[in-house]
């Protein structure tokens, strides 16, 4: 399953529904010109029944937003698009640099963890096909050797079921994090397509007199979620360049001859954990930069997901990580 792929198609998603505003630009033109007319024979006859002379430059604010509603994709969401892309592809360029340092010292890091591990004859058997067989070799057949021998087999099998089911769940938290980060991604496409959509209509309703506020809502709710993206991007970029952090301290101690690596990844699924939980906090975070209203049920709900995902995925590590500290007090027994 490629997660890209998936995210290039919500975007795809988004290009290809926003024409549809054009649509709504038909209907909210008769809405506009209605309020329009209604608002500027209220601020006349407030004028005249003053005896004050009529402002005209307030007059023309309808006549403004007409003009946004009639060439609303260019000029309202090329113009807002436009302003906010770079932000995104900055953002996505932090987090590519630093996804690919993170994979680089990974791999230099499991090398340095077998190289490890082949030092040390007590364990080289473990990881090497030929460290196995010459071991076998160098046994007899007497009925010790032949118990040492079945020992090392049920050694290697423990062994090798232990590397794959610590395999497979870290797999499976890549999954889940990676499912955070789309969930967040296609309720942040929904918004942007249903903002876009009845955009004409909110800048309509915005030329009645008492609804101006529903413009400047609009902007904020639609700046708001479109930066959802860039916050998710700089949130995968922190805890990438954590986690390469944290790698390059683990190469410099392998270095150490008598270090042990931890080759259960115990920091690894810690970090995994936090992300899967820190996503559902980007709508909250995102509201910190601009202030957008109507979406607290909504941050509730994520807020409550996450709270429930985190004790799943903390269940799971602290099942791991037990597994982890009864081996390790097993090994000091029988050294």
């Known amino acids: 399953m490629d997660f890209n792929n998936l995210h290039e198609l919500l975007r795809g998603l988004y290009d290809e529904m926003l024409p549809l505003s054009a649509t709504m630009a038909t209907i909210a033109k008769g809405v506009a010109g209605l309020g329009a007319l209604f608002y500027v024979a209220l601020k006349v006859w407030q004028a005249l029944s003053r005896a004050e002379p009529i402002d005209v430059f307030p007059l023309l604010r309808p006549f403004a937003i007409g003009l946004c509603i009639m060439f609303f994709p260019t000029i309202v969401l090329g113009s807002i698009n436009a302003v906010l892309s770079p932000i995104v592809k900055g953002t996505h360029g932090m987090l590519d640099s630093q996804v690919l340092d993170l994979n680089k010292l990974q791999q ?36 010790n050797d032949l118990v040492t021998m079945a020992g090392m087999y049920m050694d290697r099998t423990a062994y090798q079921m232990e590397q794959s089911t610590k395999k497979w769940f870290r797999e499976l938290l890549e999954i889940l994090f990676q499912a955070a980060a789309l969930v967040i991604d296609t309720i942040r496409t929904f918004f942007l397509i249903v903002l876009s959509i009845l955009g004409p209509i909110a800048f309509a309703i915005s030329v009645w007199d008492g609804f101006q506020s529903t413009l400047t809502q609009w902007l904020s709710r639609y700046i708001s979620v479109y930066l959802w993206l860039p916050v998710a991007d700089m949130f995968s970029a922190m805890l990438a360049k954590i986690q390469s952090l944290i790698l390059e301290r683990d190469i410099e101690m392998l270095n150490d001859p008598t270090f042990i690596p931890d080759t259960g990844n115990t920091v690894y699924v810690i970090f995994m954990i936090i992300g899967i939980v820190g996503y559902f906090t980007i709508p909250t975070v995102t509201g910190w930069i601009i202030q957008a209203g109507g979406a607290g049920n909504f941050t509730r709900n994520v807020s409550q997901a996450a709270m429930r995902s985190g004790n799943v995925a903390a269940a799971g590590a602290g099942a791991v990580a037990g597994n982890v500290s009864g081996q390790l007090l097993n090994n000091g027994q029988k050294s």
């Open 108 to 143: 230099q890091k499991d090398l340095l963890e077998k190289e490890a591990m082949l030092r040390n004859p007590e364990t080289a058997y473990l990881v090497s096909n030929e460290e196995f067989d010459k071991k076998l070799e160098d046994l007899g057949w007497s009925p």
